[in-house]
C-alpha cells in the first residue's frame, strides 16, 4: 500500500506525527487480534503496546516487503503466542478471565447484543487448539493470508489451510450444539 509506504518513510525520519497515524489506524485491529488469541484484553493491550513501543524503537532500520497492517498483526500473533506459552507455564487460563475489547462507536443495547454474541464466540474459539484458533483470527479477522499464516507457524501452505478448515468444522459444530440446547 502507497500509503503504507510513505508512513514507514516518515516513521524512519523520526516524525511522531507518521507514528500516531499509524497507532491511530492499526490500534483496534490489533486490539482484537490479540484480545481473541489471548480471551485477556489487558494482556492484548499490553501486547499491542509493546509492538507500538517496539516500532517506534526499530523504525529507522525497518524494511518491509508486504504491508504494514500485516507486518504488524504478524508481531501482535507472535507476542500473543509467547505470552501464551508463558502463560501455560504458569497456570492454565480459564475462561472466566476472558474480556472483550470494547466499541465506542456501539449504543448500549448493541454493546450488550454484541458482547453475547461475542462471548459464544470467544467460548468457541477457547475450545480449539491454540495453532486452529491463530489461523482462524487472523485471516478472517486480520485477512493475513494463508501464506503467511503458515510461515508464522512454520508449516506448510497446506497444513495451515488445514487447521484453519478443522477450526471452522469444530467452531460449527460448537455454535450449533448452542443454538440446540
Known sequence: M???QLLIWQLKGGDTD??????????????RLAALLLHDRVEAEDI??????SLAKSAEGLTLRKSL????LTCVA?????RNRASQRRRAAGLDEAATVPSPARTPEQWVTYSEQLERWSGALAQLPYEQREAVV???RGGVKFGQIA???GVSVNTAKGRYRYALEKL???LNSELES
Open 2 to 4: 502507497l500509503e503504507d
Open 151 to 153: 510461515r508464522l507457524q
Open 18 to 31: 507518521a507514528f500516531c497515524q499509524v497507532y491511530r489506524r492499526y490500534r483496534t485491529d490489533l486490539l
Open 138 to 140: 487472523m485471516h478472517l
Open 78 to 82: 507472535n507476542a500473543a503466542r509467547n
Open 172 to 174: 460449527r459444530s460448537v
Open 69 to 72: 497492517k500485516g507486518y504488524l
Open 48 to 53: 499491542v503496546h509493546d509492538v507500538f513501543v
